[in-house]
């Protein structure tokens, strides 16, 4: 069984210093590369949520159905009471709008849910490396005295 044993910033050297330093850089790039993968996430739900609103007004309206990014057909909603949504890992279900609404709720907030935690974790790494680039400051201070 590993243990880890905390050091004092104030034992490690100005190298070992860096290299901490230059660790909690990458780990904040990593979360703050996620946190923006989320945030993308989080924009796609809402969307969805207004298209599905939107859809509800649709019955009997002429759209423009894409078959591409480029080409598009005519098209008529026939039925908007069920729509057809991804519920993850490529598996689609056939649903009632409210359900789907209540589908993107929960999605939403559990999308929400984790940017907080990653917020959070983001602004405790922050701190780290702000006490970190702290102590190597004063170091190098003391090491041209």
């Known amino acids: 069984m590993s243990t880890t044993k905390e050091i004092p910033m104030e034992k490690l050297t100005i190298e070992q210093l860096s290299y901490v330093g230059k660790q909690i850089e990458q780990e904040i790039n990593s979360y ?81 849910k984790s940017m907080d935690k990653i917020d959070e974790i983001i602004k405790t790494k922050s701190d780290q490396l702000n006490a970190v680039n702290q102590n190597l400051i004063e170091k190098q201070q003391q090491q041209k005295k």
Request: hydrophobic share 35%.
């Open 32 to 112: 703050s590369s996620y946190y923006t993968s989320l945030r993308v996430v989080y924009n796609k739900f809402l969307d969805n949520k207004d298209y599905i609103k939107d859809l509800m007004t649709y019955q009997d309206k002429e759209i423009l159905v894409p078959m591409t990014s480029s080409l598009y057909i005519p098209g008529k909603c026939a039925d908007v009471k069920k729509i057809t949504i991804e519920v993850g890992g490529n598996f689609f279900v056939e649903t009632t709008l409210e359900k789907a609404l209540k589908f993107c709720d929960r999605k939403l907030e559990t999308v929400q």
